[in-house]
């Protein structure tokens, strides 16, 4: 932890980078920014928040564009959508069936692997949950992730420091 204040745009664009990969999401960018990049968690929560979001908004529809097109292309694709969507739907049906689409919130609201927005957005795309009603969903579960881990990192951060004095 390098406990300075890095606030210039390069820490800004790799923090929203960061919270934007499938699998890194909030669980890396704000331990990211907070610990590698010296960021103060107020400025390193937003731009995750934001960084998180953002690939839902284009994942939802985007899924359906490319499973139209996977299935009329040869190759592998299409065998590799219809696999992670039977692992969702085998993973997730009988709960989303007794919890509708407050489930979302939920999933991605619980930092851990194979979880989050992500994990969400394809959830609310196999389920057919509607668009305006998935993103709101998702966005919470990724704010109340978000606070999660800050919370976690910022702990971690007063610890090391306390055990850095002794």
Request: charged share 10%; net charge positive.
């Amino acid at each position: 932890y390098t406990g300075h204040c890095a606030m210039d745009f390069t820490n800004l664009l790799r923090t929203l980078l960061a919270a934007m990969t499938p699998i890194g999401e909030l669980r890396l960018a704000i331990p990211f920014a907070i610990w590698t990049l010296g960021m103060p968690w107020y400025q390193a929560l937003p731009i995750s928040l934001v960084g998180n979001i953002l690939p839902v908004l284009i994942i939802i529809p985007g899924l359906d564009i490319a499973s139209r097109l996977l299935t009329h292309l040869p190759g592998p694709g299409s065998h590799l959508l219809n696999w992670r969507i039977r692992g969702v739907q085998r993973t997730y049906a009988q709960r989303f069936h007794k919890y509708g689409p407050l489930l979302l919130v939920g999933l991605v609201a619980v930092p851990l692997p194979f979880t989050g927005a992500w994990t969400g957005a394809l959830a609310a795309w196999v389920f057919q949950v509607p668009y305006r009603i998935a993103v709101p969903l998702i966005s919470l579960g990724v704010v109340i992730a978000g606070v999660l881990v800050t919370l976690l990192v910022e702990a971690g951060v007063h610890i090391w420091l306390v055990l850095e004095e002794s």
